[in-house]
């Protein structure tokens, strides 16, 4: 799976929109970019994912670039309850007898203040 | 119901303890994933199960004993544990790990302390 490049951390201001970037310039043809969330104390939680297109979902949107060598997770308008650390995954999307490997970098450490 | 319901939520063990993880999913998942993960660090998988068989071990020392007696229970076995196993164990599970578009459902975990 590709690797992925994510800042450490990063703060936003309550209501204002938090948009997160990821890099993963080695990305293959086939491979999916995932978007998961760990709020303290709890077990990561999916957002969302996308292979080319832009997505988006009730918690979020996802924006690919054309080359498919970044993406930005938009939390549209940022909670306390957003206050998280955020893991962009980059993860093929058939895997014949490896089994499905979730592998997670460091993620953003996002604190959304008041 | 879309829950994964890990218990212990916490365990103290001596490193001559025998302790066992519980995990349960009844969302018809196929897959179910150990992960350990320690403190201000990403998890990191330690075994897969699909269709109730071991598919994937990521070199886990032995002491780590995982099961899988049904379709909805996962174990973990620990035996002769060292410190430095001390960490939140998380279990998660997915309708099958072969599925293009599979996405990992988790438990809260379960806090180990290993003195």
């Not at chain 1, 999916?32 to 918690?59: A, C, D, F």
């Not at chain 1, 993860?91 to 592998?103: E, F």
């Not at chain 2, 350990?36 to 780590?64: D, G, H, T, W």
């Amino acid at each position: 799976d590709a690797k992925t490049t994510q800042p450490p951390s990063m703060d936003c201001a309550e209501g204002r929109a938090a948009n997160l970037p990821c890099n993963h310039s080695t990305i293959s043809g086939n491979e999916y970019v995932y978007w998961y969330r760990q709020i303290h104390s709890q077990g990561p939680q999916y957002i969302i994912h996308g292979l080319k297109n832009n997505e988006t979902n009730e918690m979020a949107s996802l924006i690919i670039t054309e080359d498919r060598k970044s993406s930005t997770l938009i939390l549209p308008h940022a909670t306390l309850r957003d206050t998280a650390v955020y893991y962009c995954i980059v993860r093929v999307a058939v895997i014949k007898a490896a089994g499905n490997k979730l592998t997670f970098g460091g993620g953003t450490r996002v604190l959304v203040k008041p | 119901d879309t829950e994964v319901t890990q218990t212990p939520k916490h365990l103290v063990m001596g490193m001559t303890n025998k302790k066992s993880l519980k995990c349960e999913q009844h969302m018809g998942h196929r897959a179910m994933y150990w992960y350990k993960q320690k403190a201000k660090k990403p998890p990191e998988l330690m075994f897969v199960y699909s269709y109730e068989k071991l598919s994937i071990n990521e070199s886990v020392p032995s002491r780590f004993s995982p099961e899988c007696p049904n379709s909805s229970l996962l174990n973990l076995h620990l035996h002769a544990l060292q410190p430095e196993d001390s960490a939140l164990y998380l279990c998660a599970s997915s309708q099958d790990i072969l599925q293009r578009n599979e996405k990992l459902f988790f438990g809260s975990g379960t806090q180990l302390s290993v003195l």
